[in-house]
């Protein structure tokens, strides 16, 4: 099954190939690279800093589409994870962790094994494709604060 991905503006389309495969979560990390298209700047995902570990934690923003249910596309939510980032009080419980670590694992050290990491839209020679934005401590708090309403 294919589930549809796009930029808030529909200048950047693709899709999700293989979507039972992925690990739904609802994470609440922070410190990852976050991924923005550069036409509209609608978040993409995140990824960790090292291209080697191939990862991407698409967002739900740009997987959002009619007729195409998360739900049905991608099963259950899995894990929350990292909830002591989360927003707002109470805190959502951490679940589901060793079975999505465990999935997690599987798929970095098969991609290794095969090259695979290699074939990344957000690297280019182990560097990011785009120069990153560091967000001063007045934009994180503006940002972290709107998320929060």
């Known amino acids: 099954m294919q589930h549809p991905l796009q930029c808030q503006c529909g ?3 693709g899709w999700v190939s293989d979507t039972q495969s992925a690990n739904r979560v609802v994470c609440y990390c922070k410190g990852m690279v976050r991924w923005y ?3 509209c700047k609608t978040p993409i995902g995140s990824t960790l800093e090292n291209y080697k ?7 739900r923003n740009c997987l959002e589409a009619p007729g ?4 049905e596309s991608f099963g259950a939510v899995r894990t929350h994870a990292n909830p002591q980032g989360a927003l707002g009080d109470p805190k959502p419980k951490a679940a589901g962790m060793f079975t999505t670590i465990w999935r997690f694992a599987k798929t970095i050290l098969k991609a290794r094994v095969n090259g695979d990491y290699k074939c990344t839209p957000f690297f ?4 990011p494709i785009a120069n990153p934005c560091v967000l001063s401590s007045a ?3 503006s940002a972290m604060q709107s998320q929060a309403r």
Do not use: N, P, Y
């Open 53 to 59: 570990i191939s990862f991407v934690g698409l967002l």
């Open 124 to 127: 280019k020679d182990a560097r």
């Open 37 to 39: 298209a550069g036409c």
């Open 11 to 13: 200048t950047i389309k």
């Open 68 to 71: 195409h249910s998360l739900q």
């Open 139 to 141: 934009e994180r708090a």
